[in-house]
């Protein structure tokens, strides 16, 4: 829950730009913070957990997809052979 934690974080410095000290635990460089920020800056814990299981069921699903058009294009060329 990477995403939980980092909500957590970025909820603790609301308005300071970024500094060394903002997020000591993490050592995360400028771009990093700011794309945190902007990610997870506005939201609950409970809402980085949604987003959380959904982009891991999104995941999921695209890889369900991408092995059912390889499952296709196999039983294409099988059956586009004569015989």
Same mark, same amino acid.
């Given at each position: #829950? @990477?995403?939980?934690?980092?909500? &957590?974080? !970025? /909820?603790?410095?609301?308005?300071?730009?970024?500094?060394?000290? @903002?997020?000591?635990? =993490?050592?995360?460089?400028? =771009?990093?913070?700011y794309r945190w920020k902007e990610k997870?800056?506005? #939201?609950? $814990?409970?809402?980085? /957990? +949604? !987003?959380?299981?959904?982009?891991?069921?999104?995941?999921?699903? +695209?890889? &369900? $997809?991408?092995?059912?058009?390889?499952? &296709? =294009? @196999?039983? +294409?060329? $099988? !059956?586009?052979k004569k015989w």
């Amino acid at each position: #829950m @990477a995403q939980v934690s980092r909500s &957590i974080a !970025l /909820r603790q410095f609301p308005l300071r730009p970024y500094n060394e000290r @903002a997020l000591p635990a =993490a050592r995360n460089q400028r =771009a990093t913070f700011y794309r945190w920020k902007e990610k997870y800056g506005g #939201m609950e $814990v409970s809402d980085a /957990r +949604k !987003l959380h299981a959904l982009e891991d069921e999104n995941r999921h699903l +695209k890889h &369900i $997809v991408a092995e059912l058009t390889l499952d &296709i =294009a @196999a039983l +294409k060329g $099988v !059956l586009g052979k004569k015989w």
